[in-house]
T-cell receptor, first 116, second 113 residues
Framework: ETGVTQTPRHLVMGMTNKKSLKCEQH?????MYWYKQSAKKPLELMFV???????ENNSVPSRFSPECPNSSHLFLHLHTLQPEDSALYLC???????????????FGEGSRLTVL | GEDVEQSLFLSVREGDSSVINCTYT??????LYWYKQEPGAGLQLLTY?????DMKQDQRLTVLLNKKDKHLSLRIADTQTGDSAIYFC?????????????FGTGTQLKVEL
């Protein structure tokens, strides 16, 4: 199995829908992250969880709601999104929030979200 | 917040060297990274350099760090079509708890025959 798995890979939703993105890591890591990747913009950190506790919310609108039930799973619940929220959402994990010696993050392949 | 800047596009011919540049603002950076994103995939760590080093070489890759100017570069020798990807520069600083990576926009490298 790959290290970090994200589902679904593609999602199209209307502005009134409720959907969720799922991330699972098989690396035994304790820190998990949600990033947003938009064209021509820096990769944007959204949320960080360390040992299941949220340690960072980077001023993300409340229409994005993260959930981390255990160190291996991370969800991003989506509700009443806007078209400008269309982007690639990347999940990542690391050994812990300090990231071990080098702070390397391991990324999933992303969920491509389109909001109509 | 801290910024990392890089150009959006670079086009090179197969066999030539590619140089991707990055500047950053965080003077407390401890590690600097280059991540590679191939089409339809997530980011994968390519190489990294500790802030007290000025050069690191790994096969076809050479990383140069000018800490005074806060400038990082990635040189790919003998660039191949398989090197076509988006290359992200990232820095890890001491602000905000230690493992907050700040990424740039990514530079899309296109290798032409």
């Amino acid at each position: 199995e790959t290290g970090v798995t994200q589902t679904p890979r593609h999602l199209v939703m209307g502005m009134t829908n409720k959907k969720s993105l799922k991330c699972e890591q098989h690396l035994g890591h304790n820190a998990m992250y949600w990033y947003k990747q938009s064209a021509k913009k820096p990769l944007e950190l959204m949320f960080v969880y360390n040992f299941k506790e949220q340690t960072e919310n980077n001023s993300v609108p409340s229409r994005f709601s993260p959930e981390c039930p255990n160190s291996s799973h991370l969800f991003l619940h989506l509700h009443t999104l806007q078209p400008e929220d269309s982007a690639l959402y990347l999940c990542a994990s690391s050994q812990d929030q300090v990231g071990g010696r080098t702070g390397e993050l391991f990324f999933g392949e992303g969920s491509r979200l389109t909001v109509l | 917040g801290e910024d990392v800047e890089q150009s959006l596009f670079l086009s090179v011919r197969e066999g030539d060297s590619s140089v991707i540049n990055c500047t950053y603002t965080d003077s407390s950076s401890t590690y600097l990274y280059w991540y590679k994103q191939e089409p339809g995939a997530g980011l994968q760590l390519l190489t990294y350099i500790f802030s007290n080093m000025d050069m690191k070489q790994d096969q076809r890759l050479t990383v140069l760090l000018n800490k005074k100017d806060k400038h990082l570069s990635l040189r790919i020798a003998d660039t191949q079509t398989g090197d076509s990807a988006i290359y992200f520069c990232a820095e890890r600083g001491l602000t905000g708890g230690g493992n907050k990576l700040t990424f740039g926009t990514g530079t899309q490298l296109k290798v032409e025959l």
